[in-house]
């Protein structure tokens, strides 16, 4: 049996770049174009392989506490890899962005893995922001980047597989999950390696 | 803001503390449309936690002195003939007499700043750094931080460095630089990755090493490490917020840990106390006698109720002179008084005393050796967990967000809408107040207690084993008659609120002077101040640790006031307290519980979600079996993995029997 690793993956962005449509894409394959701002939606999973590992993603959702600028410092926590979304027919999302991965240094865990999408990449004629112009700032920060089209599915795996790749293989030496307890889980068989 | 809100809400939150955050989760999940503001920029009010940097802006908010000027009254434009306005405090007033004091050596701290930490708030004076400057060309920063920030960490002027009157210094003093450097043996360039090094370096190898010292140039550098809670609680592991944070599937927000031991300050001496089976059997402290002494006592307390015989008699009286009665030697007394029951010895009687030792018992083996729980990263977790529920099912958040005033209708006399800083009306049914806001006409009437806080950061734990990992509870009690006891929690750096190589030690009291007169004494028996001096009993092993930097403050405790007692408040607001001086959460969870059955006695208290938060879509799509996400009421959640074996815990047969 191949090891499990949960990774907790939190998405950042503006409201309204598609940050629930690229997961829904991603766990659901599924795009719905009048997605209500995220309700009832806490996290989705969805495991992929990777290696011989299996990566179980955990993926956050803002809640919509990004619309007044009131994500909460437990939102970050204990996160392998931060999604930033930008929309790439409108400057400002890429402005904003900058000020997401601040953010996410000030209040991120140290290591965590950085990977930018361009959303909305089928309306290339309403384009504002260049590849290029996003894969130098990606290159500056050390992010993977992608331009991506939840609607329809474009490099919407591809992302989550760069995310994938990027995460550090795990150490055998280091209890990952450091004797915490979840509540309320029956087992807690977290990034066990099995041997 | 890009971001219009929206005007009608039904449920107007006003503070983010524990109490408010569960209603509002409360509200929201049985779908009521709820809007939660806090006009500070950080979650949780009084319950909430800061990095190191953080906290430094909140001891110099809370310094200041200055109340804030009038503002313009334009948005009593706003309200009508038929209204009138009840106004809201402009200004926090529940914090005061705030000190804090650095102990460790300060190396030209000049520029010192945390990593990654941002000038981010606008309204601060403005940092001189070319970064800053560049910032504030693009606006505000989505500020969710909890850290104000500030680019250079000044030291007030009431730090003192060491404790020898002498060495008073203000921090640009330049003249002891050259003492501070011999003194100190680690330079603040040193990289964190050098410092793992030694760390592990020096563990392995001769005990007899002094460990290194820290700085406070380390300390503000590495100060997003650290999660300094305002309030200094843990969660008994059957206690109400386990219950609702099970019950409500928040707990998958948090992660704990449990607390790893219980010590008593006894006869000038630390020691840890043994309260489970197996510690018991396992003392070195207890004879033999003393043991059978102690299963016995420990065996009938926890069915007490069982055998009336045994304490009827004794009903009236303090359960500590009901302890001398028993077959107990002194020591086991004490343990039991201040450890077990943690109850205080001048006014607690028979009944309360073996009530607290049985619920005690009862927490204890569920998920480790105490009966108690810390959430990692701290305390201050707790409500933005809630919150987050809140904001699943709909609620929306903002922070820096005041409110004017609350609108009442003359002729029904119930409060109408709110009106919020930017002069935008807000209308709802019910609204929740915490009580910080409420302004001192609405609280004239209102007599408040106050708890003694102390956070201090040290070097080594009060009680050093082999582990450096040990989460520890130690009550001191009363030095004279009459004083409260002190409560000890110190935290080490595996619960992700502080560095490594230090601890994080909070201190809590009831107030009879101000916090420092309170604890400085307690904290003096167990530290030392003086960082600067090296360790005089270096064979002896009895050295205390050292304090590296110290914070006093009173709190108020709103907690337990009569609702009559607040003038003029209309019947459909709802006043929240501030944390109180306990050490578990149940105040909180059941005022919480209480306010929501009133607003809506007809809908459940945070049921379990249903889907489709639930749902997981596994990789082939198909739907999951995975029990703990089944959507069943009857929520099977007690993690068998975390249940310790039988010779760790008085009771676990009782596990799977509840109702």
């Known amino acids: 049996m191949m090891a499990i690793r949960e990774l907790k993956v939190c998405l950042l962005g503006d409201t309204g770049v598609g940050k629930s449509s690229i997961v829904c894409r991603f766990v659901q394959d599924h795009f719905d174009h009048n997605i209500s701002p995220t309700i009832g939606a806490s996290f989705m999973t969805k495991t992929v392989p990777c290696g011989n590992e299996l990566h179980k993603f955990l993926i956050w959702d803002t809640a919509g506490q990004e619309r007044f600028h009131s994500l909460a410092p437990m939102y970050y926590r204990g996160s392998a890899a931060a999604v930033i979304v930008y929309d790439i027919t409108k400057q400002d999302s890429f402005h904003t962005l900058k000020k997401w991965v601040k953010e996410l240094k000030e209040h991120g865990p140290e290591n965590i893995v950085m990977a930018i999408a361009g959303n909305k990449c089928d309306l290339s004629d309403l384009r504002e922001v260049t590849m290029k112009d996003a894969k130098e700032y990606a290159e500056s920060i050390g992010a993977i980047v992608v331009e991506t089209s939840a609607k329809n599915a474009i490099n919407i795996e591809e992302l989550f597989q760069g995310i994938s790749q990027q995460i550090p293989p795990l150490n055998p030496h280091e209890n990952s999950n450091n004797g915490a307890i979840r509540l309320g889980k029956q087992t807690t068989q977290m990034s066990r390696p099995c041997c | 803001m890009a971001d219009n809100l929206p005007s009608e809400f039904d449920v107007v939150v006003i503070g983010t503390g524990l109490p408010e955050s569960i209603i509002a989760a409360a509200c929201s999940r049985s779908g009521q449309r709820v809007l939660h503001v ?509 304090v590296l930097w110290a914070v006093y403050f009173n709190m108020r405790d709103s907690s337990g006031i009569d609702r009559n007692s607040y003038d003029h408040l209309p019947s459909n607001v709802y006043v929240c307290s501030g944390p109180d001086s306990a050490l578990g959460n149940d105040y909180a969870v059941k005022q919480a519980e209480t306010l929501f059955q009133e607003m809506f006695p007809n809908e459940e208290f945070c049921p379990s979600p249903p889907n489709p938060e639930d749902i997981i879509y596994d990789g082939d799509g198909t739907p999951p079996e995975d029990p703990r996400f089944s959507n069943s009421s009857n929520m099977k959640t007690e993690p068998l993995s975390e249940e310790s074996s039988d010779e760790n815990s008085y009771k676990i047969s009782e596990e799977h029997h509840k109702e």
């Not at chain 2, 007033?93 to 000038?119: F, R």
């Not at chain 2, 933005?384 to 099912?393: D, G, I, P, S, T």
């Open chain 2, 38 to 546: 806090d006009s500070r920029n950080y979650y949780g009010g009084n319950w909430a936690s800061f990095s190191f940097s953080g906290l430094s802006s909140w001891i110099k908010e809370n310094q200041q002195k200055t109340d804030i000027s009038e503002e313009s009254e334009d948005w009593r434009k706003l309200i009508l003939e038929t209204e009138e306005a009840i106004c809201l405090n402009k200004k926090d007033k529940t914090i005061q007499n705030v000190e804090d004091v650095c102990y460790a050596s300060q190396d030209l701290a000049e520029d010192v700043k945390e990593a990654g930490a941002l000038p981010n708030l606008p309204d601060f004076e403005a940092s001189e750094t070319s970064e800053a400057a560049q910032e504030s060309e693009k606006e505000c920063l989505p500020v969710e931080s909890q850290s104000l920030g500030t680019a250079s960490c000044e030291i007030s002027s009431e730090r003192i460095i060491g404790n020898d009157p002498g060495s008073t210094t203000e921090r640009k003093d330049a003249e002891m630089t050259s003492e501070r450097e011999n003194l100190c043996d680690v330079t603040s360039d040193q990289s964190p990755l050098e410092t793992g090094k030694t760390e592990t370096i020096s563990t392995t190898e001769a005990a007899a090493l002094e460990p290194k010292k820290i700085t406070y140039t380390q300390i503000v550098k590495e100060g997003r490490r650290f999660n300094i809670d305002l309030v200094s609680k843990l969660l008994y592991s059957r206690g109400l917020l386990i219950d609702l944070l099970m019950k409500s599937n928040v707990s998958r927000y948090a992660e704990f840990k449990n607390v790893t031991r219980i010590l008593t300050f006894q006869e000038e001496r630390v020691e840890q106390v043994p309260c489970s089976r197996a510690d018991v059997f396992n003392s070195k402290q207890l004879t033999m006698v003393e043991k059978r002494m102690l299963m016995k006592f420990l065996t009938f307390c926890l069915d007490y109720e069982q055998h009336p015989d045994a304490y009827q008699d004794y009903k009236e009286y303090k359960f500590s002179e009901y302890l001398k009665t028993q077959k107990l030697t002194a020591k086991l007394q004490h343990f039991i008084l201040h450890s077990i029951a943690m109850v205080s010895a001048a006014d607690s009687n028979t009944i309360e005393g073996l009530k607290a030792t049985k619920n005690f018992l009862q927490c204890l083996g569920r998920y480790g050796n105490t009966p108690f729980l810390f959430p990692l990263y701290g305390q201050g977790e707790i409500p933005q967990c809630f919150c987050r529920m809140c904001a699943v099912f709909g609620g929306i958040y903002c922070l820096r967000h005041s409110v004017q005033c609350l609108v009442v209708d003359k002729e029904s006399g119930r409060c109408k809408a709110i009106i919020d800083h930017f002069g935008q009306r807000i209308n709802a049914n019910y609204f929740v107040v915490e009580d910080s806001y409420l302004s001192e006409e609405t609280c004239t009437d209102v007599c408040y207690r106050q708890i003694s806080r102390a956070v201090l950061i040290t070097d080594q734990s009060v009680l050093k084993t082999d582990s450096d990992q040990q989460i520890s509870i130690l009550i001191v009690p009363p030095m004279e008659l009459g004083q409260p006891a002190v409560r000890i929690i110190e935290l080490c750096s595996s619960t992700m609120t502080c560095m490594k190589n230090t601890y994080l030690v909070h201190f809590t009291s009831s107030s009879t002077k101000t916090a420092k007169e309170d604890l400085e004494p307690v904290v003096q028996k167990l530290f030392t101040l003086n960082a600067e001096t090296e360790r005089e009993s270096k064979n002896g092993g009895l050295e205390k640790p050292r």
